[in-house]
Structure formats: structure tokens, C-alpha cells
T-cell receptor, first 115, second 112 residues
Framework: NAGVTQTPKFQVLKTGQSMTLQCAQDMNHEYMSWYRQDPGMGLRLIHY???????DQGEVPNGYNVSRSTTEDFPLRLLSAAPSQTSVYFCASSYSGINNNSPLHFGNGTRLTVT | QKEVEQDPGPLSVPEGAIVSLNCTYSNSAFQYFMWYRQYSRKGPELLMYTYSSGNKEDGRFTAQVDKSSKYISLFIRDSQPSDSATYLC????????????FGQGTRLTINP
């Protein structure tokens, strides 16, 4: 059972480059989300989706785009990377809205450095 | 001021000690409170989920919520080296919400 799979595990970008962080889950979860984790800031929500074709912004959406064409995949696109986007990015999914019976399942993260 | 404040530590205690981890928050509308455990180079995993004020116990772990003080705690009894991890508190306004607000995380080390 793979759970939430994130690729790549590590990435180094130059300022201005674009890239897509991949996220896939095999649990048939409707809800998927992207968080970034920075020292002293905890986890902050970037974008989330409550089902295929539906996305919405979280707390820190600027500089990122998402789409949800299938239930399984929720890619995060950086359009023009900036050093401020250096972070660890986590994808998470849940069966429905977050509750005790539908907790968030996290992937193991993508460590991104922008120089 | 952050909505959720958590002492980042690091916190180092001997094996067998009782550990107390805490978060304070400013939004009195938060109703659902969680604790996540995150091992190094891994994603967080849910440890405890509680609703409103009161205590919840699960094995060696007890979660406590005091809504009047806007303060939540996680207690770990008989701590083990395998409990060494970063512990993050999280909270949300309504059940079934998608937006969690996390604390900064406390890095805990249990020394054998």
C-alpha cells in the first residue's frame, strides 16, 4: 500500500526556473492538499482540492498553481521559482473532510532549494 | 502574532520521564485539536484528535484541551527513545474542514 507518493524527493532550482512537484495517492481519497514547512513557521497550507476539478487557495498560494484532473493526482507547479520558495513541501490526502475517522495522510516531502 | 504558538524546543529528557508539550492559540473559534508526530525526513502522522475541552487518553499519550485558556497539551508517560520526533499541534474550526492551522512543532529527544 503506497499511500501518498511525492516526487522528486530533492530538487535544486535556479531563480526563475519552473517545475512541477508530483503527488499521487492510491487510497481513493477525495481531499488532497499541499503544505510547505519552514523552520519556525510550522506547516502552512498552499492549495487544496475537495475533488477532481475543484481547487481552492490556502494560506500562502502566491507563486504556485495546482490542478486536479484525476482523483489520484494533485501536482503543484512553481511558475518562476524564487529563493523564498526554498522549503520542504508536503502533499496530504484524506478520505473526506478532516476528522478522527478521516485523518490527513502525508507524503514524505520534497526538499526544494532555489538558488 | 501567529494564530498558534508552540515552543520549538529542542526538548531533551531521559527515558522514562513524563513529557509535556504545549500550544497556545488566539482564535477562540477553534473546536477540533490534533497532535501530529513527525520523524526526521518523514511526513507528519496523526497521533491524537480531540474535540472541544477535556482529556483524551490513548496508551501512554494524553491530550488535554482547555478552551477557556486557549491552551492544549500532550503528555507522554514512560517516554521511550522511539518517541524522539517533532510534535506538531494543529487545529481547525469545524469538523470536516480542510484547513488546518499548525503550530511550529517541538523537537523532542528521549535519551536512553
Amino acid at each position: 500500500n503506497a499511500g501518498v507518493t511525492q516526487t522528486p524527493k530533492f530538487q535544486v532550482l535556479k531563480t526563475g526556473q519552473s517545475m512541477t512537484l508530483q503527488c499521487a495517492q492510491d487510497m481513493n481519497h477525495e481531499y488532497m492538499s499541499w503544505y510547505r514547512q519552514d523552520p519556525g513557521m510550522g506547516l502552512r497550507l498552499i492549495h487544496y482540492s475537495v475533488g477532481a476539478g475543484i481547487t481552492d487557495q490556502g494560506e500562502v498560494p502566491n507563486g504556485y498553481n495546482v490542478s486536479r484532473s484525476t482523483t489520484e493526482d494533485f501536482p503543484l507547479r512553481l511558475l518562476s521559482a524564487a529563493p523564498s520558495q526554498t522549503s520542504v513541501y508536503f502533499c496530504a490526502s484524506s478520505y473526506s473532510g478532516i476528522n478522527n475517522n478521516s485523518p490527513l495522510h502525508f507524503g514524505n516531502g520534497t526538499r526544494l532549494t532555489v538558488t | 502574532q501567529k494564530e498558534v504558538e508552540q515552543d520549538p524546543g529542542p526538548l531533551s529528557v531521559p527515558e522514562g520521564a513524563i513529557v509535556s508539550l504545549n500550544c497556545t492559540y488566539s482564535n477562540s473559534a477553534f473546536q477540533y485539536f490534533m497532535w501530529y508526530r513527525q520523524y526526521s525526513r518523514k511526513g507528519p502522522e496523526l497521533l491524537m484528535y480531540t474535540y472541544s475541552s477535556g482529556n483524551k487518553e490513548d496508551g501512554r499519550f494524553t491530550a488535554q484541551v482547555d478552551k477557556s485558556s486557549k491552551y492544549i497539551s500532550l503528555f507522554i508517560r514512560d517516554s521511550q527513545p522511539s518517541d524522539s520526533a517533532t510534535y506538531l499541534c494543529a487545529m481547525t474550526l469545524i469538523q470536516g474542514a480542510q484547513k488546518l492551522v499548525f503550530g511550529q512543532g517541538t523537537r523532542l529527544t528521549i535519551n536512553p
